[in-house]
């Protein structure tokens, strides 16, 4: 008996084959996962790391908060600085979330509201509309050199205004979106407050 009378011809049992194949669901839900797992991982990914940033600014903010409320009073706790403990009451705010490596703190005094973020007055004598070297300026922040923010760095005296910020270096805790978010999976969150201190002097 030949192998054609036995099976049919190798076409014929080709396109059964194919036939069944084809017809089979097993494995089916396996593969189906194969292609949808990836996306829903991303997405659980994304949800988790939006909802820790968010969380993280939140808690930033507070602790700027808390730290300019602190810091109005003029109060300095004895062995340890006024910014210190300004750095100090951030950094317990964030509940641990934040490393105090990652955390950048400015305080900036200025005379009053309307000069926060100011450039020091200057005689602009060649009419250019911006300072260069050899032109006249009121150095506000006796820092010996003309800036663009006349702020003077540290949290001020009695009846100064005063600019706390406050910037985080968060980085991605699940690390499957770096190469999308952020520089290289690192984003910049940030907080700031501006207060006048009370006249404890």
């Known amino acids: 008996m030949t192998a054609t009378a036995k099976g049919g011809s190798l076409a014929e049992?080709?396109?059964a084959l194919l036939r069944g194949l084809l017809g089979c669901r097993r494995g089916g839900a396996v593969l189906e996962f194969a292609f949808v797992a990836p996306l829903v991982i991303l997405t659980v990914a994304g949800i988790i790391e939006i909802g820790m940033m968010l969380f993280v600014d939140s808690?930033?903010?507070?602790g700027v908060r808390s730290a300019s409320r602190f810091g109005i009073t003029?109060?300095?706790?004895a062995g340890i600085s006024r910014e210190d403990e300004i750095r100090q009451i951030i950094l317990t705010n964030s509940v641990g979330?934040?490393?105090?490596?990652?955390?950048t703190i400015t305080?900036?005094?200025?005379?009053?509201f309307a000069s926060v973020g100011q450039p020091e007055p200057y005689v602009d004598a060649n009419g250019n509309g911006q300072f260069d070297v050899g032109e006249t300026y009121t150095d506000v922040n006796a820092n010996g050199q003309w800036d663009t923010d006349?702020?003077?760095?540290?949290a001020g005296g009695s009846?100064?205004?005063?600019?706390?910020?406050?910037?985080?270096?968060?980085h991605?805790?699940?690390?499957?979106?770096?190469?999308?978010?952020?520089?290289?999976?690192a984003i910049k969150l940030g907080a700031s407050v501006v207060v006048r201190n009370e006249p404890y002097e």
Do not use: C, F
Request: charge should be negative; charged fraction near 15%.
């Open 59 to 62: 808690l930033l903010e507070g």
């Open 74 to 77: 003029g109060y300095t706790p």
């Open 172 to 185: 991605l805790w699940t690390h499957l979106l770096d190469s999308l978010i952020g520089d290289s999976g």
């Open 13 to 15: 049992r080709t396109k």
């Open 107 to 112: 305080t900036l005094s200025y005379p009053n």
């Open 97 to 103: 979330l934040v490393q105090p490596a990652d955390l």
């Open 159 to 170: 009846g100064d205004v005063v600019l706390y910020k406050a910037q985080v270096d968060w």
């Open 150 to 154: 006349m702020g003077a760095s540290g």
